[in-house]
C-alpha cells in the first residue's frame, strides 16, 4: 500500500499534509493516480478520505494554493 494511502487511514490531516509536502511532483502524481485506481476497484473510501482532506484545507484556510492543485491534479489523474 501507498504510504500516502497508510497515512490516510490514519486520519490526520497534519501528517497527510507534512506527507504530501516531503513529496516530489512525480510522487504526488504517483500517489493520486494510485488512489484514482483504487476508487475505481471498489475501494471508494480512500477516495473520499482525500477529498474530505481537501475540504479541511480549504476550510480551515491551510494551504489553500497546494490543496488546489492536489485536487486539480486528482480531476486529471482521474
Not at 6 to 19: E, P
Not at 45 to 53: G, K, R, S, T, V
Given at each position: 500500500?501507498?504510504?500516502?494511502?497508510?497515512?490516510?487511514?490514519?486520519?490526520?490531516?497534519?501528517?497527510?499534509?507534512?506527507?504530501?509536502?516531503?513529496?516530489?511532483?512525480?510522487?504526488?502524481?504517483?500517489e493520486l493516480s494510485l488512489?484514482?485506481?483504487?476508487?475505481?476497484?471498489?475501494?471508494?473510501?480512500?477516495?473520499?478520505?482525500?477529498?474530505?482532506?481537501?475540504?479541511?484545507?480549504?476550510?480551515?484556510?491551510?494551504?489553500?494554493?497546494?490543496?488546489?492543485?492536489?485536487?486539480?491534479?486528482?480531476?486529471?489523474?482521474?
Amino acid at each position: 500500500m501507498m504510504m500516502m494511502m497508510m497515512m490516510m487511514m490514519m486520519n490526520t490531516d497534519d501528517v497527510v499534509l507534512q506527507s504530501l509536502k516531503s513529496m516530489g511532483p512525480s510522487a504526488i502524481e504517483l500517489e493520486l493516480s494510485l488512489l484514482s485506481s483504487t476508487a475505481a476497484d471498489a475501494d471508494a473510501d480512500l477516495i473520499i478520505n482525500f477529498i474530505d482532506f481537501l475540504t479541511y484545507l480549504f476550510s480551515s484556510k491551510r494551504e489553500v494554493d497546494l490543496a488546489s492543485s492536489y485536487l486539480g491534479l486528482l480531476l486529471k489523474v482521474s
